[in-house]
């Protein structure tokens, strides 16, 4: 996007495009945490003989990592296209430092505004970023790009009905006895959880770097000077700083 003309007649399809994602997301992360959550359970019988049941398979639907990474393409497309717009039109420069580091270098006043703004709807979505169960404890398993759940056993049983003696035979008298029902262990379930949330200190980091972001942009829009740069990018530096890339 090298003209301004052209920034300018894709922005409200791009803006368009973005902000439905950034709601979805946001109601998947409030609201609809069950797709983020999978489970294989298996049974095993006891003995050779007893009931076979086939494995339970509950897929995951989506992970948070995919729908970020999703988030990541979407909202910024949108926001390079805006910060193009108001850097094409701004004359002051400034760098955006964090801790001594250049993340997001010569951007003008207009365009560290926007991306302050940006960065605050932003935030909504990261910090509803659903966490895992901390009363379960879970391994990433870096093959799959899940947590998954320590395993529990959960037993099945089955009622069995067996004579009880309340009165031993005499010379006299035959046995008295009574049926009871007993529940009887006949097999163990093994179930084991996966989830595609993220553990509390990933959201924390993720929170904490963007928040050190959203303070260095505000800083930086305050001593902008004059520049030009038409060709900006800044979303995939701003989403590699976040995710610490």
Do not use: C
């Not at 803006?15 to 999978?38: M, N, Y």
């Not at 029902?181 to 200190?201: A, C, F, H, I, Q």
């Not at 980091?205 to 800044?234: H, I, M, P, W």
């Amino acid at each position: 996007m090298g003209k301004l003309h052209e920034i300018i007649a894709v922005e409200p399809e791009l803006k368009s495009e973005a902000t439905r994602l950034l709601a979805e997301v946001g109601a998947l992360f409030t609201q609809g945490q069950i797709r983020l959550v999978g489970m294989v359970r298996k049974y095993s019988p006891l003995e050779d003989t007893g009931e076979k049941f086939p494995d339970e398979i509950a897929e995951l639907a989506t992970t948070v990592r995919d729908e970020l990474r999703q988030l990541r393409a979407t909202f910024g497309r949108w926001m390079d296209a805006t910060v193009q717009k108001e850097i094409t039109n701004g004359r002051t420069t400034a760098d955006v430092i964090v801790d001594g580091e250049v993340i997001l270098k010569g951007l003008p006043a207009p365009a560290l505004l926007n991306i302050e703004s940006k960065l605050a709807a932003l935030r909504g979505v990261y910090a509803a970023i659903p966490t895992n169960d901390p009363t379960e404890r879970w391994e990433f398993d870096g093959q799959q790009g899940v947590y998954v759940s320590t395993p529990k056993d959960s037993y099945r049983t089955k009622k069995v009905t067996k004579a009880l003696v309340l009165f031993p035979a005499t010379p006299e008298h035959p046995a008295q006895t009574q049926a009871v029902v007993e529940d009887v262990r006949e097999g163990v379930w093994t179930n084991t959880k996966r989830s595609g949330m993220l553990s509390p200190s990933e959201k924390r980091a993720l929170l904490e770097r963007l928040d050190s972001l959203a303070r260095a942009v505000k800083t930086a829009r305050q001593r902008a000077n004059d520049t030009e740069a038409d060709t900006t990018r800044v979303a995939e530096a701003m989403f590699a700083f976040i995710h610490l890339e």
